[in-house]
């Protein structure tokens, strides 16, 4: 069969899959994007992108003017690609279990559509053993696909850079199976490093927890010195310069998104619960909005104040709102103060939300929740409780 498209991507309008659908589609492969939301499908055919992503729109716009790109909703275009990228959504429940059906689900799915012969690149961040199931899953069905498990390895916002110039964990049990996936991302980066599936599995975990643990133990270090009226963020700089060994020490702030708490579960569930430091890190970043809202409880009765909020997105520049604890902080302060206003300059789907100038006008205290570049000129006379140092007065609560 002659393949239409090189490439399908399933879930390729989202977070993950439209940057790397962009870096293909501009290496001068033919992509397709399969993906279940009409909306983003509808706005990436017009030339829109359905979120923030810094250097993609140019690309996106390319690659349509060039023929090498489009969205669909409907999976049957997966039979004339030789390559199937998955990008998934692989979530925990409200009892921080793993939902380990979520990509062997999908796959199942999507076998009526694909065809022996073809690749198929797991690329969601997936609990251990993920892989194999899909393996079963295929053999199950019928279906003869070389797969590869391939994480991605991209921060949101840096999609465009980061997809060249990070070298490509690719895991295959066949020599087959890992050529070609591998020859599919040296079309963006020349470096691929090989893995058993089971390591890249547990590879992509580790990156995600190690991030999460390192904020975890710079948002306890601040509490620390914080409770003894000291200023984290000017220890940190002074035993930082021209110290190699402490030069990743993160400032303080929310460590939030729809990754890192949820790739620190997925590790800890493993480990059959056994992941002490993955826990303790999970109670210190989920519990700095509680332990803000307390600070702000010693210096004022919040009861007849009216708290603004900036920023709601999950970190700083960027629009995305999922798993974003400045909604935890919100909730918290619903319940302790008279009033609670949020401004976001970047977020479009919160329909609560506010402009700037309103919040400056009637808020009586602030609370950077989001390092927005925006806000670092902000001039006020206003409180404002800045963990981030954004304004550069230190981050004494």
């Not at 055919?45 to 716009?61: C, I, K, Q, S």
């Not at 914080?226 to 021209?242: K, M, P, Q, S, T």
Request: with cysteine; charged share 20%.
């Amino acid at each position: 069969m002659t393949a239409t498209y090189d490439v399908a991507i399933v879930g390729g309008c989202g977070h993950v899959g439209l940057p790397l659908g962009l870096a293909l589609a501009d290496s001068g492969l033919r992509v397709v994007l399969h993906d279940l939301d009409d909306r983003a499908v509808d706005l990436v055919n017009a030339g829109t992108l359905p979120f923030a992503e810094d250097g993609a729109e140019p690309v996106l716009r390319r690659a349509l003017d060039a023929g090498r790109l489009r969205a669909v909703n409907e999976p049957g275009v997966l039979a004339g690609v030789e390559a199937v990228v998955v990008v998934v959504g692989t979530p925990i429940d409200e009892h921080l279990n793993p939902d380990l059906r979520a990509v062997p689900s999908a796959v199942a799915a999507l076998a009526p559509h694909l065809r022996d012969g073809q690749l198929l690149v797991l690329r969601s961040t997936v609990y251990p053993g993920v892989t194999a199931m899909v393996e079963r899953v295929l053999e199950r069905e019928g279906r003869h696909l070389d797969v590869a498990f391939c994480p991605e390895r991209i921060a949101e916002g840096r999609a465009m850079v980061e997809l060249y110039e990070l070298p490509q964990i690719v895991a295959a049990r066949t020599p087959t199976a890992f050529d070609r996936a591998a020859k599919l991302f040296r079309n963006l980066t020349h470096e691929v490093v090989p893995l058993e599936p089971e390591e890249a599995e547990l590879a992509k975990l580790f990156t995600n927890t190690w991030r999460y643990v390192k904020f975890a133990t710079a948002n306890q270090f601040f509490m620390i010195a914080n409770d003894y009226g000291l200023d984290f963020e000017r220890i940190r700089a002074a035993l930082a310069h021209e110290y190699p060994r402490a030069a990743d020490l993160p400032g303080a702030g929310f460590a939030a998104g729809p990754c890192l708490f949820k790739d620190a579960m997925q590790l800890a569930a493993f480990n059959n619960n056994a992941f002490t430091l993955g826990q303790a890190a999970m109670l210190v970043n989920e519990g700095m909005p509680l332990y803000v809202v307390a600070r702000m409880e010693r210096r004022w009765d919040l009861s007849p104040l009216t708290v603004g909020i900036l920023g709601m997105a999950f970190k700083g520049g960027s629009d995305d709102i999922r798993s974003s604890l400045s909604y935890k902080l919100k909730r918290i302060l619903q319940f302790k103060a008279a009033d609670v206003l949020c401004t976001d300059p970047h977020v479009t789907v919160d329909d609560g939300l506010v402009p700037l100038d309103e919040v400056l006008e009637r808020a009586d205290v602030l609370v950077i929740a989001a390092p927005h570049a925006e806000y670092a000129a902000i001039r006020t006379e206003l409180p404002v409780i800045d963990i981030w140092n954004l304004l550069g007065n230190g981050v004494v609560l």
